[in-house]
Structure formats: structure tokens, C-alpha cells
């Protein structure tokens, strides 16, 4: 069982090309085939299977990273195990990929605002993942955890067993609800759980006018 640990940027460094080359070499090679064209000009030549804007390559690793990237540190991630996660993650690839030629491929991606991925971290260790415009729809929903140490959330959490989350929405008004944990396990998820919500998935929390969630443990 292979395991690494250090920054970010290092795991971008060193396992990013085998990610690069699992997407295009496997993950997309069969939606390649199957749409046989460019989605935008209709040429077939050197096709390319490019990420969706909203569902780029490094926001599906910090996704299948998990509770193991914490201010942009990683600590002891089991690569099979995250392997496996992100190619989950691509288990429906009409929404995650566009054939395109290498030319209209390189056009896609220069009219996004998204410059890089990077995560951040401020004073509360709150995790800041993309230099998005905060508008932009294809942002990530900011999540808060009180305590806001995902090791100690969790822990709280399985002990616990309920949490209040407090959505807050763009016109100002907030509304609580209540996490029922009942099912929350070791090998559970804290983001991943709360990002699986069919209300806090991509573009259903924009659509809803939510701007973001603070998540706190609810004492018995």
C-alpha cells in the first residue's frame, strides 16, 4: 500500500502526469470513440477529451483527495484508494468531458477566468479552492466546519452523530438543518458526504441562490 505525503503543488508534480494520462488514456478513450467528432466545429481529427469548466481535472483531485488535504497539505493519502475515488469521480463522462480538437480545445480552455487551482488556507483554516470570481457558476460551494480541523470534526461528528447545517443564502437570509449522522462511519467523508447532497451539487446551489454553508457539530 503506497502512501504519500507532502504539499499540493508536490502531488500535482509527481502524480499528476499518471492521473493526466489515466484520463486520457483510459477514462475518456471510450467517449473519444463514441462522439468521433469535435462537439464545436465537427472536425475528427486529433480529438482531445477536455474537462468541463466546473469539473476540472485538480478540483476532482482535491475531491478525491478528501479529508487527507488539509491547507494544502497532504497527509499520508493511500494512492490506490484515491485512485480509485477519482476515477469514480469520471463514472459519468458526458458530464465531465467535451471532445474537442486540439484547437478548439485550447480556445475552451483560454475563456475560462480560472487561472490556476490552488488552495489556501486563512487564519481559521478554512480551504479556498479556486481563484473563481465568487459569482461564477462553476465554483465551488464554500464549506465551513466548526471545529474547522476535519480530523477533529469528524471525530466530534461520530461521537455525536448530528450536526446543524446552516445554509446561507445570496439574498441574506439563512436557514438551519439538521445532519442526522446515523450512518457516518471511519471510512466516511466529511466534504465528500456534504458535497453528495443533491442540494449542494454542482450548479443546484447556484441554481438555489445559496452562498455558502457553515457546518457545526450539534452537542447532545
Known amino acids: 500500500m ?16 499518471r492521473v493526466r494520462n489515466l484520463v486520457q488514456n483510459s477514462l475518456a478513450r471510450n467517449l473519444r470513440k463514441k462522439v468521433g467528432i469535435c462537439q464545436h466545429c465537427g472536425l475528427t481529427d486529433n480529438l482531445h477529451a477536455a474537462h468541463v469548466h466546473g469539473h476540472d481535472r485538480n478540483l476532482l483531485i482535491i475531491d478525491a483527495l478528501g479529508d487527507s488535504l488539509i491547507d494544502g497539505k497532504i497527509r499520508s493519502v493511500d494512492l490506490d484508494a484515491f485512485e480509485q475515488r477519482f476515477c469514480k469521480s ?11 480538437c486540439g484547437k478548439c480545445h485550447k480556445i ?8 490556476t487551482t490552488n488552495v489556501r488556507a486563512d487564519s481559521q483554516k478554512k480551504i479556498f479552492i479556486s481563484t473563481r470570481n465568487s459569482h461564477d457558476d462553476n465554483s465551488v460551494l464554500p464549506i465551513e466546519l466548526i471545529p474547522n480541523d476535519v480530523d477533529e470534526f469528524k471525530q466530534q461528528l461520530l461521537i455525536n452523530k448530528r450536526a446543524i447545517i446552516t445554509v446561507f443564502f445570496n439574498s441574506g437570509l439563512k436557514e438551519d438543518r439538521i445532519w442526522d449522522a446515523n450512518r457516518f462511519s471511519e471510512t466516511s467523508n466529511v466534504i465528500g458526504n456534504l458535497r453528495s447532497r443533491p442540494e449542494f451539487r454542482q450548479s443546484n446551489w447556484q441554481d438555489a441562490n445559496i452562498n455558502h454553508i457553515r457546518v457545526k457539530i450539534k452537542n447532545n
Not at 504539499?7 to 502526469?17: A, E, L, M
Not at 469520471?90 to 474537442?100: G, R, V, W
Open 108 to 115: 475552451y480552455d483560454s475563456n475560462t477566468d480560472e487561472k
Open 2 to 17: 503506497e502512501k504519500f505525503t507532502g504539499t499540493f503543488d508536490g502531488f500535482i508534480k509527481y502524480i499528476g502526469p
Open 90 to 100: 469520471h463514472s459519468n463522462p458526458e458530464e465531465i468531458f467535451l471532445i474537442l
